[in-house]
Every structure is written in C-alpha cells, then in structure tokens.
C-alpha cells in the first residue's frame, strides 16, 4: 500500500468544530485555498456521524466536565486550537491526542503546517498500531513456537538450537512463518509434509 | 454586578486624576459596554482603538473576555489594564496584570486549610474554567500532602438548583468545603447550605478565593457570615491610604455601599497607569510599560507594582473571615507583596508534603514567613 502524503491536502474533509465567528472565518478562507472540503458543526453538540478526514476544534468552547467531551476521541487527527493554556485544559486535551494544534488568535500562516504535521502523525499512528499488532501476535505465538521446538527436539532427537534452525529452513522452503509453521507441527504431531505448499 | 463596581472605580480614580496637581495632564475617559458578551469584548476594544484612538483599556473581569481583547491589544501595540483576579498560565506584553495570580489567591488558602481546617475537602464551582484550574491547583497540593479530594461537583453558570449538592454536603458531613462557584450559583449554594446546616446542627467551614463585601449582602447577613475567603484587598484593611479611599468611595457612592477586591483593583489599574505616564513623560505604550516596572504605588491595598519578567503585580495575599455586618475580618496577611507567578513555576508541592502530619513543627516553619495581625 502506498502512503498517502501528508502534503496533499486538496480533496480532503475537514470539520470545524469552532464557535468564534471571526476565527471561523480565517480558517475556512485558508482551507477553501488548500482545496479542502469543509463543513462545520456546533461545539455544543455531540460530534456527528458524518466521516471527516481531520477535525479542528476549538478546544476552549468545549467544557471539560461534560457528557460528550471525551466523545471526539478517535481514529480521525485532532487540530487542538488553544486559547486557554492552564494545565487543567491541556490535560483534557492530552485525553485527546491532538496530533497537531494551533495557537489563537488564528491567521492565515500555520493552518497548513498543522494540517501536514496532523496527517503524517496520524498516519504513523496508523502504521504503528499495525507494527505493534504484529509484534503482540509474535508474542502470542511464543508459546505455541516453544511448543514445536520441543516437540521436534522429542520426534528427532535434536537438541534446541538444531530444531529451531529445521523449523526456520522448513518454513522458509514452504514461504509461511515460523509461527504458523509451528501450529501446523503441533497440529499434525510432527513436522509436516515437506512436498506440501502452505501459501 | 463586578462590572458595574469596576466602572464606578475606575472613574473615581480618573476624577482623582484630572483633580490633583501632582499629574500634569487628564485622562478622558472612553466608555464601552460589551455586557458580558463575550464576542463583544472585541469589537468594543476595535471600537475604542480605530474611533477614539485609546493608548489604554482598563476592564474585562472573565478570562473568556480577556482572551477577546489580548489578540487586538498585541496586533495594535496597546496596553490592557487587566484589574481581576484569574487562574494564571497567561503572560501577554500586551497585558498589566493588576489582579491576584494563583499564588497569591489560591495557594495560601489551600496552605491555611491544611495547617488549620482539613487535608480532606469537598470541592463545589461552576464549570468553567475558573473552576478547572482552581480544582486543579487545590487536587495538586492537597494529595502532595496526602489529604484528598472528597468531592468535586459542578454547576453550570447560573444555575442556582443547589438542593441536590447541599444534600449530598449534609449527608457526607465533610471537613471542609471549597467553593469556586460565582455569581447567583454562589449566593444560592451558600443560603441553602447554611439553612440546611443550621437544622442539621452542623458547622462546615467555607473557603472562596472570590467572595467580596458587596456579595456577602447579596447572600443575606446571616448565610454569608464565617466563609474564609483568601483576596489582596479587603475593605477593612487598616491603614491611612485605605481609610481615605473608603472614605472617599462612601462620600461618593453612599454610607451603604461597600468596595469590592475588583471594584479597587480597576482603581489601581488607573493610578498605576497614570503614575507610569508621569514617571515616562509620554503615554506611548514602550515607554509606559517601561516606566511601571517596579515602581511602587501605596494603594488601598498596601505597597504594588508591576514585575516587568511577567507583566504580573506584587501584592500583598491576605485571608479573612466574613463576619456579621457584611465586612471581612482579616485573620492572617503575607509580610511583604508577593512575587507574582503566573505559571506556578515556584510552587514547591514537596513542602507541602512535609509540612503534613507533625502540626508543632509547621507552627514553628510557618512563622519564619507568615505573621499573624489583630
């Protein structure tokens, strides 16, 4: 799959999510030159259902304490736009993850930095959450790997490191992993049939 | 009802002006309502600016409304003369910072609760962020000394439907209660708690870092009475410039009405201002800005000035207790004007830790720098 740049912006969704009208207006002026779509939604209510591909949102017209708050938190990029610094709205926000902010009073300059900086996290956030994915499987499929090295280790009386290489050539040869490899042995009670193509 | 009290004060101080010989020019005061509006706090400050050409703004009492101005005082190169109290966390060069910042309001009266009341404290404010911030700063301090926080219940602003809280306070009978509510929510929590304590036999202390005299009569002589309220003025701050100011606002406003923190703090704002242009012999914002750092001004409320590293004032943090008869009986006061940090970057949470739990020893500490008057 090829990476979407974080620095095409035209064709994209943004949703504001702001109040001041003023601040509304420089950044709908600057994105309509970026050639994104927009739409706008009142802080006031819960966030729509409606797919975005990032949302900005005014992070002083929400109050903290309330019941749909914490209901932006999701998988689209977050544009932080910061009045108030205490740290009682940066935690709040941190709850967030922002991937990107702006610091008012808005202009023109910025808003497209925000938006690269918010697309490429987002993206990285992506990618990472498959990397670790696949690390957590690996980790699951310990046991079942030390399983099968010990079961080859019993079924040809090999010593540890000897099983584990033949287990490695093994699934090399039939293009699989090891870990799967692995459940096919303790499946079939011993190495499977080597002229057997797995992929 | 703050903005009105702040107008009258800032006018007060413009008349002083433009009477005494000791300031060679006057000030013309340009009048703005943006009625708590907060969109309006912009285009009043354009108005003031672009139409009558103003150098300086005195005003804004909520955060949300200062935050309107900072944007055009900056772009515009004014200055703000901002007289509240707030929750810090903000330092704009734009901005003369004349209010308390937290460690001069909050910080010693979470100290005062600890070394005297309770380390466990149930926390009621209206949801803002006012009330955010203070409930922060008050969680922060009181777990460093391993106390806790029993509550922390909110109102929407206005709202004054209080049963449900003052209920949930009587049943759970906590040590203490700090209130960061404002306005009418204030008043009706305080009147319902106190009538509902008073029937329940209980006595449950109070503490604000915003009650002032003309809101102990909004509440009623009796619910308004014994609330512990942590400010750098009060009316009955003893003292020459003091006395005379009070004396001056009654004759000019009535026997019956009463000062205010904000109310004074928007005259300062104005005497500090006309102070620094006679020190810089010009109005021009830089030379302004430069000419009212450190120079000290003897106030209503005792020795000021503005600390150029942050645009913030020294003041003097005093704690006092609401009494009968709508005034303050000031308890405890600092020993010098504090040095305002905005950002409480100073705030050692470590001490307070230390100080929990062995009460002899704090005695001993506390009194290298607190000084206990009447």
């Not at chain 2, 009587?170 to 009418?184: A, H, M, S």
């Not at chain 2, 005259?267 to 020190?279: F, H, K, Q, S, T």
Request: aromatic letters at 6%.
């Amino acid at each position: 799959m090829t990476r979407p740049s974080p620095f095409s912006i035209r064709g994209r969704r943004a949703l504001m999510v702001m109040r001041d009208e003023r601040e509304i207006s420089i950044v709908r002026r600057q994105l309509g030159r970026l050639g994104m779509t927009i739409s706008e939604h009142d802080p006031a209510e819960p966030p729509p259902i409606r797919p975005s591909d990032v949302i900005l949102l005014d992070a002083d017209s929400i109050p903290i304490k309330s019941d749909h708050a914490t209901l932006w938190k999701g998988s689209v990029p977050i544009i932080a736009v910061i009045g108030t610094e205490t740290p009682s709205r940066l935690k709040w926000l941190l709850d967030l993850r922002p991937a990107s902010f702006l610091v008012k009073p808005l202009r023109s300059a910025g808003l497209y930095t925000a938006l690269v900086i918010a697309f490429d996290s987002a993206q990285r956030r992506v990618e990472q959450a498959a990397h670790i994915e696949k690390l957590e499987d690996r980790i699951r499929s310990r046991r079942v790997v030390f399983a099968a090295i010990l079961q080859v280790m019993r079924g040809h009386d090999m010593s540890e490191t000897e099983a584990f290489a033949l287990i490695r050539q093994t699934a090399m040869r039939h293009r699989t992993t090891i870990e799967v490899l692995s459940a096919q042995i303790l499946a079939a009670g011993g190495m499977p049939n080597r002229n057997t193509r797995t992929a | 009802m703050m903005a009105g009290e702040m107008r009258k004060s800032a006018l007060m101080a413009v008349d002083e002006i433009n009477q005494s010989d000791a300031f060679d020019f006057t000030f013309t005061p340009h009048l703005r309502n943006p009625g708590g509006i907060v969109a309006e706090y912009h285009t009043a400050c354009a108005d003031l600016i672009r139409e009558e050409h103003v150098g300086h703004i005195v005003g804004c009492y909520t955060s949300a409304s200062r935050k309107q101005v900072i944007p055009i005082v900056e772009r515009t190169e004014r200055l703000l003369w901002h007289p509240a109290r707030y929750e810090g966390f903000e330092s704009s060069d734009n901005v003369i910072y004349v209010g308390a910042a937290p460690n001069q309001h909050v910080v010693p009266l979470v100290r005062h609760m600890l070394d005297h009341i309770s380390a466990d404290v149930f926390c009621i404010g209206s949801n803002y962020i006012w009330t955010w911030e203070m409930n922060r700063v008050i969680r922060e301090i009181v777990t460093s000394a391993s106390g806790r926080i029993l509550a922390e219940r909110l109102l929407e602003l206005g709202e004054t439907a209080v049963d449900h809280i003052v209920t949930e306070v009587i049943d759970r009978r906590p040590p203490v209660v700090f209130n960061t509510l404002v306005g009418e929510s204030s008043y009706a929590f305080m009147r319902a708690l106190h009538a509902a304590a008073t029937r329940a036999g209980l006595s449950i202390p109070m503490l604000s870092c915003s009650l002032c005299e003309p809101e102990l009569k909004l509440i009623g002589s009796a619910a308004s009475v014994g609330c512990i309220t942590s400010s750098a003025y009060f009316e009955s701050i003893e003292g020459t410039e003091n006395r005379s100011f009070v004396a001056r606002w009654k004759a000019r406003h009535g026997e019956d009405s009463s000062l205010s923190v904000d109310g004074q703090s928007t005259y300062v704002c104005v005497m500090l201002l006309a102070r620094a242009i006679r020190r810089a012999g010009s109005a021009e914002v830089g030379a302004v800005r430069r000419a009212a750092a450190n120079h000290r001004y003897d106030s209503p409320q005792g020795p000021v000035w503005v600390d150029p590293d942050n645009n913030h004032c020294f003041l003097t943090p005093r704690l006092a207790r609401s009494m009968p008869g709508c005034q303050f009986s000031i308890f405890w006061e600092a020993d010098a004007p504090e040095r305002p940090d905005p950002y409480l970057s100073n705030l050692d949470l470590s001490a307070f830790g230390r100080r929990s739990g062995k009460s002899n020893d704090a005695v001993a500490k506390r009194s290298n720098h607190l000084r206990i008057v009447k």
